[in-house]
């Protein structure tokens, strides 16, 4: 059973910065991929950075210069490290992780609770 666990989330001022983590219970390393994706009150879950286990990354068009996704393969870790916070940026954030079985044509995903993000003054 596979298991990610999201921290690092709060309360900041505009402008600031906070940086997420997520740990899994086993290896990333047997993860096609991973990434963060939010979901704002009221709003669909979106996509906002994902990083494959090769190490590509790609971010949303929304968060691109503001925000880093990185991976700590000997930690089990992924991390999303978050500059210049809007108030647009606040929601709910949380981890993903995917395999991919292409003979099949499936994906299969992996997701955290969610780690609350509130950008306000």
């Known amino acids: 059973q596979v298991q990610l666990v999201e921290s690092g989330g709060g309360l900041v001022q505009p402008g600031g910065s906070l940086r997420l983590s997520c740990a899994a219970s086993?290896?990333?390393?047997?993860?096609?991929?991973m990434g963060w994706y939010r979901q704002a009150p009221g709003k669909q879950r979106e996509l906002v950075a994902t990083?494959?286990?090769?190490?590509?990354?790609n971010y949303a068009d929304s968060v691109k210069g503001r925000f880093t996704i990185s991976r700590d393969n000997a930690k089990n870790t992924v991390y999303l490290q978050m500059n210049s916070l809007k108030p647009e940026d606040t929601a709910v954030y949380y981890c993903?992780?995917?395999?991919?079985?292409?003979?099949?044509?499936?994906?299969?995903?992996?997701w955290g609770q969610g780690t609350q993000v509130s950008v306000s003054s």
């Open positions: 993903n992780a995917y395999h991919l079985y292409i003979g099949a044509g499936r994906r299969i995903d992996y």
């Open positions: 086993g290896s990333i390393i047997s993860f096609n991929g």
């Open positions: 990083i494959t286990s090769g190490g590509g990354a």
